[in-house]
């Protein structure tokens, strides 16, 4: 199965939207793995927290077995934990992109004393608390029913919590989780400050309940790990990553030298050679694997043969453009030769003959050089006229300025659609035409219009000596004329050919008349005409 061959194109806009999308994944990526070690900083603290409040809950009900609901309080009707379920799943919630960043946690206020029963359980729990937060490095206080705090890893024994969101919902009943902007920033830059999960702490904050009633809160902070210190600890994973990213950018690099770069630099190095005449192999130079390339060298190997078939044509000319000067300078520089030696002692009869003869061989090299700019107009004119006339205006034209006693030009006068080219070239084709039947004794010249699908068919012939079966494949090479004796340059056709082609249209030599010779003109519609498929009209004017 052969591929077909992807565009250069479109391979430069894959790698620029890889390159665009890499920097943005990035960032992306980047993002979610903040709230991920947000989420799990928040998890880490619920966990915490089910332990700290089982613990707390336990010593409340063995220090006060009978007692303990003299330091509890009822729930506010509507509390979540009414619902008579024993499972009370406290999910991660929080989210970088969603979850707001509430201010500083504000400080405590002394307006209560805290429960007596609530200070003794706190006595007893503030040693474990610290020593967990030596391995979890966790902020935690725990509160009796009025968010007095009783219990903390910090010193802040006997302050009131209750003005905080977070503590105000565990008062009620509700697990809450939130952000909160940090009041201890260092205004000092350092590399930590590159992650924004290190201006913020999580605030997690957990009802204690002891047979549906409110016994306190435990409230747990922390501030989550940077993106720093965690691409730090995946740091072996990372260095692996960014070697696969730099075998991989070669992979792409190899891939465009082979498919881009390389060949290019192949079909440069081609084009120097062809432009220094080294050009002699035509047979493809590289393996081609993108369209473009494949284009590429195919235009390179055509403009190739084409320079090739040109200069070799070029030699052909050469040669045949000698050939036609060189005769009628040698003739010429004979007859002054013979003037200057003997012009004394001829008769004026001899001298008349040999200036009539410079005049002759003068004139026909005056015809050659102006038939060689024609046909050099020709050549280089633009390959498409996209201009349009009316033919049957110039043929009428034709007949009046070049009909004669010698020949008599013969066209039925009758409207046509117009043809794509140019009406010059038309003038030039008949004009060359007639010259060639008069050359070859014709004392008339038919011209019949025939209307095809996508073409007007001009058909001429004449009633001259007509063209020898070895001639016919001849007639349209550059210098060829059976009649150079009388003038003839062998240019004519050739040249309106070349003029007729650059609007689209055709010359050639039709099938054998009857007596004569006879010539096809095929111009292009400039726009369909209706009834295009009309047969010719036969009547001689």
């Known amino acids: 199965m052969r591929w077909p061959k992807p565009r250069l194109r479109t391979l430069l806009i894959l790698s620029n939207v890889l390159i665009l999308l890499s920097p943005l994944a990035g960032i992306q990526l980047l993002r979610l793995y903040e709230s991920a070690l947000v989420r799990q900083t928040e998890s880490a603290l619920i966990a915490q927290g089910a332990f700290v409040a089982a613990a707390y809950r336990s010593l409340l009900n063995e220090t006060a077995p009978n007692s303990w609901p003299l330091a509890s309080r009822e729930l506010v009707a509507g509390s979540p934990v009414l619902d008579g379920s024993d499972w009370r799943a406290f999910p991660a919630t ?105 201006e913020i702490r999580v605030f997690v904050a957990i009802p204690v309940l002891l047979h549906q009633r409110l016994v306190g809160t435990v409230l747990l902070s922390r501030t989550p790990p940077n993106i720093v210190q965690a691409l730090y600890a995946k740091r072996w994973l990372l260095i692996q990553a960014f070697v696969a990213l730099l075998a991989l950018t070669w992979v792409m690099s190899l891939l465009a030298s ?25 047979k493809p130079l590289i393996s081609a694997r993108t369209y473009e390339i494949a284009k590429l060298q195919e235009g390179i190997l055509a403009m190739t043969e ?58 026909r090299l005056q015809t050659l050089t102006q038939r060689l700019l ?42 046509l659609a117009a043809v794509r080219g140019s009406a010059e070239a038309l003038t030039a084709a008949i004009e060359c035409l007639v010259d060639n039947a008069r050359r070859h004794n014709a004392r008339s010249l038919e011209v019949r219009a025939t209307a095809h699908p996508t073409y007007l068919e001009l058909r001429f012939t004449d009633d001259g000596d007509g063209i020898s079966a070895g001639n016919r494949e001849k007639v349209f090479e550059p210098f060829f004329t059976t009649r150079r004796e009388t003038g003839g340059t062998g240019l004519g056709l050739p040249i309106a050919r070349k003029l007729l082609a650059q609007g689209g249209g055709e010359l050639r030599l039709a099938p054998d008349p009857e007596s004569g010779a006879s010539f096809e003109l095929r111009l292009p519609w400039a726009k369909r005409p209706a009834g295009a498929d009309a047969q010719p009209s036969r009547r001689r004017s």
């Open 94 to 198: 929080l989210d970088l992109a969603t979850t707001p960043i509430l201010s500083p946690f504000p400080s405590g206020y002394r307006e209560r004393q805290a429960e007596t029963l609530a200070v003794t359980v706190g006595e007893r729990l503030v040693p474990m608390l610290n020593d967990a937060q030596a391995v979890t490095l966790a902020g935690i206080r725990v509160t009796d029913p009025w968010g007095v705090i009783v219990a903390s890893t910090g010193r802040d024994l006997g302050l009131q919590i209750n003005r905080s969101e977070e503590v105000r919902q565990a008062l009620n009943g509700i697990h809450a989780s939130t952000l909160r902007k940090r009041d201890d920033l260092n205004d000092a830059l350092s590399i930590d400050s590159l992650s924004r999960t290190n």
């Open 258 to 282: 082979r498919l881009v770069t390389r060949p290019i630099s192949q079909l440069a190095d081609r084009a120097d050679r062809i432009a220094a005449g080294e050009a002699t192999d035509l």
């Open 306 to 363: 084409r320079l090739e078939q040109r200069a070799a044509a070029l030699e052909e000319f050469s040669r045949h453009v000698s050939h036609e000067f060189k005769t009628p300078i040698t003739s010429i520089r004979g007859a002054v030769e013979v003037l200057e030696d003997h012009g004394a002692d001829m008769s004026d009869a001899q001298r008349a003959r040999f200036l009539d003869n410079i005049g002759n061989d003068t004139q």
């Open 374 to 415: 024609d046909l050099t107009r020709a050549e280089v004119a633009p390959t498409a006229v996209r201009d349009s006339y009316e033919p049957g205006a110039v043929l009428t034209e034709a007949v009046d300025e070049l009909s004669g006693e010698q020949l008599k030009l013969h066209w039925r006068d009758q409207p």
